[in-house]
T-cell receptor, first 114, second 114 residues
Framework: TQLLEQSPQFLSIQEGENLTVYCNSS?????LQWYRQEPGEGPVLLVT?????EVKKLKRLTFQFGDARKDSSLHITAAQPGDTGLYLC??????????????FGEGTQLTVNP | DTAVSQTPKYLVTQMGNDKSIKCEQN?????MYWYKQDSKKFLKIMFS???????INETVPNRFSPKSPDKAHLNLHINSLELGDSAVYFC?????????????FGNGTRLTVT
């Protein structure tokens, strides 16, 4: 079973601070997705990274896929209370073409205090 | 307006009962899924249907039976409910059955078995 470990598990910061969330595995993934989930709702896709070393920016969020495609990071600049939520990474196994074979990490619960 | 909708939002029932959760998507997607999110927020795939055909059936007790009457609907029936079935169940869909096709989740059904 392929595992995705996310760290930290919980993060509480003040508005305006920067933060980085990590998603690590010993396995290689063909692609990796990041989702954000708010209370009472389903996860919503933020980004998909496919190429080793790829960097994608979404406003104040920067996503990076490791060169070896075993890890990824999410960096948030100048965090805002609206960034509060559960951040989930999900990897598609190498060789698998099925999107439903996504392996999810256990999530990072981020709280941004005003 | 809602892309993936599931009912009910909350389901409280006693051990031994049988219950169903319904899911509908209006996105025109080919693939639908059921995921289970436990108390630690870990998301795990249960079933996947592509064009009404069961594609993925993870290690799930056979008390759980999915049914897809058409591409837009995927229901989940659970027999003889047990305490350990308490969780949030998410329906999701994707346009294609590939690793790069993002998942669109419903807002979940919180099942509590007493």
């Amino acid at each position: 079973t392929q595992l995705l470990e996310q760290s930290p598990q919980f993060l509480s910061i003040q508005e305006g601070e920067n933060l980085t969330v990590y998603c690590n595995s010993s396995s290689v993934f063909s692609s990796l997705q990041w989702y954000r989930q708010e209370p009472g709702e389903g996860p919503v896709l933020l980004v998909t990274v496919v190429t080793g070393g790829e960097v994608k920016k979404l406003k104040r969020l920067t996503f990076q896929f490791g060169d070896a495609r075993k890890d990824s990071s999410l960096h948030i600049t100048a965090a805002q209370p609206g960034d509060t939520g559960l951040y989930l990474c999900a990897g598609a196994s190498l060789g698998e073409t099925s999107g439903s074979r996504l392996t999810f990490g256990e999530g990072t619960q981020l709280t941004v205090n005003p | 307006d809602t892309a993936v909708s599931q009912t009910p939002k909350y389901l409280v029932t006693q051990m031994g009962n049988d219950k169903s959760i319904k899911c509908e998507q209006n996105l025109g997607h080919d693939t639908m899924y059921w995921y289970k999110q436990d108390s630690k927020k870990f998301l795990k795939i249960m079933f996947s249907y592509n064009n009404k055909e069961l594609i993925i059936n993870e290690t799930v007790p056979n008390r759980f039976s999915p049914k897809s009457p058409d591409k837009a609907h995927l229901n989940l029936h659970i027999n003889s409910l047990e305490l350990g079935d308490s969780a949030v169940y998410f329906c999701a869909s994707s346009q294609f059955f590939t690793a790069y096709s993002p998942l669109h989740f419903g807002n979940g059904t919180r099942l509590t078995v007493t």
